[in-house]
């Protein structure tokens, strides 16, 4: 049987949720009788820097990946990171070059996904939704908080979203309600500190609905909608990884239509990117029954409260068999990429 190694930890503000989701990965490779191995990756381990703590096979640093795959000689790498290097495309990249099947989209998909900039210029220009959005930049003068406030009522209107360009989890992300110059400053603020541009766009009434996809090209297929109704004002990290802080509908309490065109959009947005594996994408729909496609998450949360692994249970694959159909899929792009190299 193929011996796998799972990444997870990373530097980002996600590397707490990214622990917990490489331990729930690992234990279910592990259930599944797969010899498994992990490693927490972190600059902190080079710089002797405070980590939090973590049970894993390895531990070292990102320049350590040689060694570390070279122990362990995985036939799979499974990156379990939740933002920064591990999600933007940046280890993606390195194992491409080392010639190891990971089960994650490819180098590209992922810095797109991470690029909410870059990500919404390419849904406009392909006609799919998306909420109106500007951008203020760390080496922007920043304004007077009134003409800023009215920079945004113009071109986006309230109530916005702040967030950091290239973070997830909403880490930096605030919402302004209305026109208020004393809320809008901190806002910004909080977003540059994670990032040197940061998005503002207009937050959309209505429902939020996410779908997860699985696979690639033609054969990428959705699993099912699931409509999040947060029990708290905003849809934030806390909300999103403390149990019984939001409820999960099944199917959506929306029109089908609604739900339909979603799901059909949340599959062309993975296959634009070019992304395989699994991914989620956010949309929200407003009460007239339009949809706005706000970010596709290119590794979405693997912990006990994430929606992938309960969407896997809704479709009958059930996690392991989740995980099952990434390494399958993984070693037959493995083997795609060797022939057209070596043939």
């Known amino acids: 049987m193929d011996r796998l190694l799972v990444l997870f930890g990373g530097d980002s503000p996600e590397r707490e949720v990214s622990l917990r989701s490489g331990a729930a990965v690992a234990s279910a490779l592990r259930r599944s009788g797969y010899e498994t191995l992990t490693?927490?990756?972190?600059?902190?381990?080079?710089?002797?820097?405070?980590?939090?703590?973590?049970?894993?096979?390895?531990?070292?640093?990102?320049?350590?990946?040689?060694s570390i795959i070279d122990r362990g000689k995985p036939s799979v790498v499974l990156p379990i990171f939740h933002g920064g290097y591990g999600e933007d495309g940046t280890i993606q990249s390195f194992l491409e070059l080392w010639e190891v099947p990971y089960?994650?989209?490819?180098?590209?998909?992922?810095?797109?996904?991470?690029?909410?900039?870059?990500?919404?210029?390419?849904?406009?220009?392909?006609?799919?939704?998306?909420?109106?959005f500007t951008v203020i930049e760390r080496t922007d003068p920043l304004p007077d908080p009134n003409l800023l406030t009215e920079r945004l009522r113009r071109s986006v209107g309230f109530p916005c979203v702040l967030k950091p360009y290239n973070q997830g989890s909403t880490i930096g992300s605030s919402v302004v309600g209305q026109e208020d110059p004393d809320a809008l400053m901190p806002a910004v603020l909080e977003a540059l500190r994670y990032a040197d541009v940061l998005i503002v766009e207009k937050k959309i009434v209505g429902s939020e609905v996410t779908v997860g996809v699985l696979g690639r090209g033609a054969n990428a297929r959705p699993l099912p909608a699931v409509q999040?109704?947060?029990?708290?004002?905003?849809?934030?990290?806390?909300?999103?990884?403390?149990?019984?802080?939001?409820?999960?509908?099944?199917?959506?309490?929306?029109?089908?239509?609604?739900?339909?065109?979603?799901?059909?959009?949340?599959?062309?947005v993975h296959r634009l990117l070019g992304?395989?594996?699994?991914?989620?994408?956010?949309?929200?729909?407003?009460?007239?029954?339009?949809?706005?496609?706000?970010?596709?998450?290119?590794?979405?949360?693997m912990t006990e409260v994430s929606l992938v692994p309960e969407m896997a249970r809704l479709a009958g694959l059930g996690f392991e068999g989740l995980l099952q159909a990434l390494i399958e899929e993984a070693l037959e792009v493995g083997r795609e990429q060797k022939e057209r190299v070596y043939k």
């Open 39 to 66: 490693a927490d990756i972190s600059y902190a381990y080079e710089t002797g820097g405070p980590t939090p703590p973590s049970e894993a096979d390895f531990k070292g640093s990102p320049k350590d990946l040689p």
């Open 275 to 301: 992304c395989r594996a699994v991914t989620r994408t956010d949309i929200m729909c407003d009460h007239q029954g339009q949809i706005y496609v706000l970010e596709l998450n290119a590794i979405p949360g």
């Open 103 to 132: 089960a994650s989209p490819p180098p590209f998909a992922c810095y797109l996904s991470m690029d909410k900039y870059r990500f919404k210029r390419l849904l406009i220009a392909e006609g799919i939704p998306t909420p109106p």
């Open 228 to 268: 999040i109704v947060p029990r708290t004002p905003f849809f934030d990290y806390r909300t999103k990884y403390t149990p019984a802080l939001a409820e999960h509908k099944v199917p959506p309490d929306l029109p089908t239509e609604v739900i339909d065109r979603s799901v059909e959009t949340a599959v062309r």
